[in-house]
């Protein structure tokens, strides 16, 4: 499986932006997602996941403003984020899965995309 991440870009605070990852390959469907952000300097850490049921989870710092979905006829996730605030600046990625239940730790993850970079000015 291989992951494409897009949709990143340059926006001010209070901004929206809708991040895509699509997945080639066969199987989307059965694996539980997760997007993870890194900012220079800094470790990745965990932004949202949704298991294989399509129940989500998120960061506490993202929690009310972003939204994990998926289309598993599109072979694609999203990562909705509204009320972007300076500290929401890194790269972000998103990951795949090949379990029934998505979890925090990076390290569990089996595929992840290259990267999209969202930067929020005021």
């Known amino acids: 499986v291989q992951l494409q991440a897009s949709g990143g870009g340059l926006v001010r605070t209070g901004d929206s932006l809708r991040l895509s990852c699509g997945a080639s390959?066969?199987?989307?469907?059965?694996?539980?997602l997760g997007w993870f952000r890194q900012a220079p300097g800094r470790e990745r850490e965990f932004v949202a996941g949704?298991?294989?049921?399509?129940?989500?989870f998120y960061a506490d710092s993202v929690k009310g403003r972003f939204t994990i979905s998926r289309n598993n006829a599109a072979n694609t996730m999203y990562l909705q984020m509204n009320n972007l605030k300076l500290e929401d600046t890194a790269e972000y990625y998103c990951?795949?899965?090949?379990?029934?239940?998505?979890?925090?730790?990076?390290?569990?993850?089996?595929?992840w995309g290259q990267g999209t970079q969202v930067t929020v000015s005021s």
């Open positions: 390959g066969r199987g989307f469907s059965s694996y539980s």
């Open positions: 949704m298991h294989w049921s399509g129940s989500a």
């Open positions: 990951a795949l899965r090949n379990a029934r239940w998505s979890t925090t730790e990076a390290g569990r993850y089996d595929h």
